[in-house]
């Protein structure tokens, strides 16, 4: 209080020193008059003493004013480190502290608007001073709201690096008409066994995925970082009711080293030479159409890119990489791991991929070209030589409208989801020696019309189809041989509408239609109706 006291001195000062000046300024245009009865010389002489006297008195004003200004300053921030402090003990108080701390800011704004109150000069700079303290504390409760949610959310690491965590709590509620593979997310249709019912009804959380991401330390000028994501689609304890108590698998893990234009990444990761995916929050354990021409997998691989900043914002991405050589063989053992056939061939599985991108309305337009190959040894020196190639598309047609998709061409490439999961046919007994094999042919690839009708709803379709060359299998192979059915082509379709409230929760009502044609027996057809709700964290 002893600082507002000097306040409201000085800018009394200020008021009487301006009243000084005009009296001053009053009486020197009254006394011109008689000032002309002067010598030519006294007069301007006296004018000028005058001039000066006024500059002083103007410039004194100034530095009073000042000062006036950065002590104001400096009481505004001591009351707004005793309403902070006030504050802190009635949070660890109760109400009484509250109250009196309100009764206290009350008073010193009383105080404070009647200082700003003197004087007519003085109230307009009290104004702006008190334009930018509100604004400052505006700014300060903003700042304080951020570090308490950085706080509340905040992962602590045993290195001290920055960590974050994220994902999503998905719950989906399904009604399907048909069989499958797969209840809850099928990939395939299948006939309907005898004495079965033709519809079925269900609900799981199992898709639920949890992330984390770590940001460590630079490394030869590089942002080094590392993730790991999970769900819970690794299958089923034997247990009652065990469809509910999903196990938790790793889907990617991954290390990264990102400069300004080239990254390292090595890990478990998604395919990057297919990295598209129709979007569906009714498939997230196995991507929407997985085995009907949407290439996936998550494989070891460690791989470079390059990216080259062209005129008008385009970019032109460069990516290879070597891959751990699968072909979608199952484990042979629960506990002790086993070569597959592309492991047996000794050498890895090879990838690059193209990529040409700019903005069109505020997303990506692109297109992509890529190939892959792969040997494998099935035993016995019986080799496949694995190839595929993909392009891929993401086009803004109109600000809301987007088409987006996938194709490829392949051979052997099961372990990509090609060919709907088969890389070779058996022509005979596959545990003979003198059986041949030959790698399936097959193509196929998806095409997505994303319209974005509000900022908060999108409405998606999906057309999607894997072709395995019948003519491949008439004649060489059987279903016996070959542990399954043989399928000679998948075809599926979707609808969804996505709505998203807030951007941390989600609601989505899905039709999914899946066609399936084995090469020696009758279509099958399965329609599923999936409503998902989902929060993100």
Request: charged share 20%.
């Amino acid at each position: 209080m002893k600082k507002s006291g000097i306040v409201s001195l000085r800018i009394g000062v200020q008021s009487a020193s301006a009243l000084v000046l005009l009296l001053g300024m009053s009486l020197a245009q009254q006394a011109t008059p008689a000032a002309d009865t002067r010598t030519g010389d006294a007069l301007p002489r006296e004018l000028e003493s005058q001039v000066r006297e006024l500059r002083s008195v103007i410039e004194q004003m100034r530095i009073e004013n000042a000062e006036s200004r950065s002590e104001m300053r400096e009481l505004r921030q001591e009351l707004q480190d005793t309403r902070k402090l006030l504050g802190s003990l009635a949070a660890s108080t109760g109400e009484g502290f509250s109250r009196s701390t309100s009764e206290e800011s009350a008073q010193n704004s009383t105080s404070t608007s009647s200082t700003a109150a003197t004087g007519a000069d003085s109230q307009n700079t009290e104004e702006g001073l008190g334009n930018r303290i509100q604004k400052l504390e505006e700014s300060t409760q903003l700042l304080g709201s951020k570090i308490n949610e950085q706080y509340q959310t905040k992962v602590e690491t045993a290195a001290k690096y920055r960590a974050r965590l994220s994902g999503i709590v998905l719950m989906n509620a399904f009604h399907n008409v048909g069989a499958s593979d797969n209840l809850d997310f099928p990939n395939y249709a299948q006939p309907v066994a005898p004495g079965d019912p033709q519809a079925s009804i269900g609900a799981t959380l199992r898709q639920t995925e949890i992330g984390l991401e770590i940001f460590g330390p630079n490394v030869a000028g590089a942002k080094s970082s590392a993730s790991v994501q999970f769900d819970f689609g690794g299958g089923f304890p034997s247990t009652p009711n065990g469809v509910n108590f999903g196990i938790a698998r790793m889907q990617t893990a991954s290390l990264r080293l990102d400069w300004k234009n080239s990254s390292v990444i090595a890990g478990q990761d998604s395919l990057f030479f297919s990295p598209l995916s129709p979007t569906s929050f009714a498939s997230l354990a196995t991507p929407a159409f997985a085995y009907a021409g949407n290439l996936w997998g998550w494989t070891p691989q460690i791989r470079v890119e390059h990216r080259f900043d062209l005129s008008h914002e385009q970019t032109v991405t460069l990516q290879a990489g070597l891959l751990d050589n699968l072909d979608w063989e199952p484990p042979y053992n629960s506990f002790y791991r086993s070569a597959q056939a592309g492991e047996k061939s000794g050498r890895p599985a090879y990838a690059v991929r193209s990529v040409w991108s700019r903005p069109v309305f505020e997303h990506p337009l692109s297109f992509a070209v890529a190939g892959y190959y792969g040997r494998q040894n099935w035993s016995w020196d019986r080799y496949v030589d694995a190839w595929a190639g993909m392009t891929d598309w993401q086009i803004p047609i109109l600000r809301r409208l987007t088409l987006s998709g996938e194709f490829y061409r392949g051979r052997g490439v099961g372990g990509l989801g090609a060919g709907i999961g088969r890389a070779v046919l058996f022509g005979g007994d596959p545990s003979s020696a003198s059986t041949r094999i030959r790698g399936l042919d097959s193509a196929g690839g998806w095409g997505q019309m994303k319209v974005q009708l509000t900022p908060k709803l999108e409405l998606n379709g999906v057309f999607a189809e894997d072709d395995a060359f019948a003519s491949d299998v008439r004649g060489f192979a059987v279903d016996s041989n070959n542990f399954t059915t043989i399928l000679g082509r998948n075809r599926g379709a979707l609808g969804n509408l996505v709505f998203r409230p807030r951007s941390d929760l989600l609601f989505s009502a899905e039709f999914r239609r899946l066609r399936s044609f084995p090469v020696y027996s009758a279509a099958s057809t399965t329609n599923q109706i999936n409503l998902a709700m989902g929060v993100l964290f």
